[in-house]
């Protein structure tokens, strides 16, 4: 794919490489933040390693990293050349840690892939139809937890923008 979300898996294909020769995928990944003035870098880790075939082409597989949501440039040195491309990492929710509670439950609301820039970075919790307050990924490469507590009657809590549930129920 050209994009996933963080753990799925991926296939990264190349040719026209010396056969036999062991290649390095590496990914490009954006590290740092905006809140202590020392600003952000792109810095570049190896995710997949593979063998030329015969014909000179390549197969990389690898799971999504753990990162920030967004574009990631991937190369690999071909004798002092790069051959670049690039992939998109999805921003996904994790599965709710609590679906059913009475009022006051404590559960957690866990995304992944969460992108880095001005406009990616920031989430905004509606609950009910009610604003309860946004979430920045950028200081935790791409991982937020927004912990919340279930309030109201019994019965299905959305804003009417999402589809995201939460049983809420009596006991």
């Known amino acids: 794919p050209q994009f996933a979300g963080v753990g799925e898996p991926v ?6 490489l010396a056969a036999g020769k062991t290649y390095q995928l590496n990914w490009t990944r954006v590290v740092g933040n905006r809140m202590t003035g020392q600003g952000w870098e792109e810095s570049s880790t190896p995710v ?8 000179g082409k390549v197969e990389f597989r690898f799971k999504t990293p753990d990162d920030l949501g967004g574009i990631h440039g991937l ?5 002092g ?6 992939f998109w990492v999805k921003p996904t929710a994790l599965p709710m840690d609590v679906t059913r509670g ?23 919790v509606d609950y009910d139809n009610n604003y309860t307050g946004y979430v920045c990924a950028f200081n935790s490469q791409g ?9 109201g009657a019994p019965g ?16």
Do not use: C
Not at 11 to 16: F, I, L, N
Not at 103 to 120: D, M, S
Not at 156 to 171: G, K, P, W
């Open 143 to 151: 991982d937020v937890q927004i912990i919340m507590k279930a309030t």
């Open 102 to 124: 009475p009022a006051g439950t404590t559960f957690t609301i866990h995304l992944k892939g969460v992108g880095w820039t001005e406009t990616a970075n920031i989430y905004h």
């Open 11 to 16: 296939v990264v294909r190349g040719g026209a």
């Open 156 to 171: 299905v809590h959305r804003s009417e923008e999402h589809t995201s549930e939460l049983q809420s129920h009596h006991d």
């Open 48 to 55: 997949a390693q593979a063998v030329a075939d015969a014909g």
């Open 81 to 86: 050349t790069k051959k670049i491309g690039a």
């Open 75 to 79: 190369w690999l040195d071909n004798g």
